[in-house]
């Protein structure tokens, strides 16, 4: 009888051990998330400066000068609005529970 005692105690610690992984792995793919959503922002906050940048850059021309130099800089000023847009309107995908507990992608 002494034995089920210590296979008790095994059995409880195992599910223990069992449960604050299951937290662990919550805690870090949080975590993963979370700096991936900031890195996102970061990105869209860097294409922003940038594009103000280079707006700022083009009103500090005269009228004349942003005429001359329209066919150079609408290129630019069109490249960097669109990466910012397709940033701003990139695909999101998440790890989501299955009913069986298990975690898979989302399906869209």
Do not use: W
């Not at 940048?53 to 083009?58: D, G, S, T, V, W």
């Amino acid at each position: 009888m002494k034995g089920s005692g210590i296979g008790m105690a095994c059995l409880t610690v195992r599910m223990m051990i069992s449960s604050m992984i299951k937290e662990m792995m919550s805690l870090i793919t949080i975590s993963m998330l979370r700096s991936n959503r900031l890195d996102h922002t970061n990105r869209c906050i860097g294409i922003a400066i940038s594009l103000e940048a280079l707006l700022q850059k083009i009103l500090k021309n005269p009228t004349d000068q942003r005429t001359l130099q329209g066919p150079i800089l609408m290129p630019k000023l069109l490249q960097s609005g669109e990466e910012l847009s397709k940033n701003i309107a990139m695909a999101r995908h998440y790890i989501v529970s299955t009913p069986t507990g298990s975690l898979d992608f989302d399906s869209s």
